[in-house]
């Protein structure tokens, strides 16, 4: 039975992984073949469905690691969704003005090119048990270039949301209510700004260093950090 179970699961992630694989792989064709054809200000338009289909879907993540179906910590995998989520959700699907900015284009192409290896990753792991030597650089490697491009992205879209919020005032709650409670969601993305970390720490690099101790560029990472 215990083996029955196992191989479900191992044919669900495999599945899970293989299909977020080809959705992110679709959102990096639809992001550059409109950056040539249209330029950088339609991209979100274009990527919008996509996007938001393959972003959502990562909640299930989160599930996955509240029971035990992976051995990723929910403390590290909820704010990183979370902080995704925010911007697909909160920032460029709520306030339209951020949509056409060229920090769009940076951060879809971070977020596909990442996911694509990722997702690719682990599909591949589970279906045969282990990954490729290129697979598995491309996947501690390419960390480098995309965490900083794509968190910089992210705390780049925040900041300009910020008028667009303030000025609507959409999601905020204001006094008196029935519940007698107050939000105020401009104030709530100033501490989102707050809370991101710009740059790299030591436990970001954690993985890359157990995974790839041998790399030129996590030991160029570790000697910077140092």
């Known amino acids: 039975m215990a083996g029955f179970f196992s191989l479900l699961r191992r044919l669900y992630l495999t599945a ?84 056409t900015h060229v920090l769009v284009t940076t951060l879809l192409i971070s977020w596909s090119v990442t996911e694509i290896i990722r997702y690719f990753f682990f599909g ?19 960390f480098l270039v995309l965490y900083p491009t794509g968190i910089s992205s992210e705390v780049g879209l925040i900041y300009i949301a910020l008028p667009f919020i303030k000025a609507s005032e959409k999601y905020c709650i204001r006094m008196p209510n029935k519940w007698n409670f107050s939000f105020d969601y401009f104030c709530a993305a100033i501490a989102v700004l707050g809370i991101y970390v710009p740059g790299m720490n030591s436990t970001s690099f954690s993985p890359l260093m157990c995974a790839l101790p041998n790399n030129p560029f996590v030991d160029l990472a570790t000697h910077w950090m140092a």
Do not use: C, D, M
Not at 78 to 91: E, M, T, Y
Not at 124 to 142: I, N, V
């Open 124 to 142: 591949f792991k589970e279906a045969f048990g282990f990954a490729p030597s290129w697979l598995l650089w491309l996947r501690y490697s390419t």
């Open 16 to 99: 899970y992984n293989l299909t977020l694989f080809v959705g992110w792989l679709q959102v990096l064709y639809i992001v550059l073949k409109t950056l040539k054809e249209l330029g950088h200000e339609n991209i979100y338009h274009a990527a919008e469905k996509p996007l938001l289909f393959a972003q959502t879907a990562a909640v299930l993540e989160i599930l996955h690691g509240l029971v035990g179906l992976v051995r990723s910590p929910v403390t590290a995998t909820l704010p990183q969704i979370g902080s995704r989520l925010f911007l697909a959700w909160g920032i460029l699907r709520s306030f339209p003005e951020t949509r």
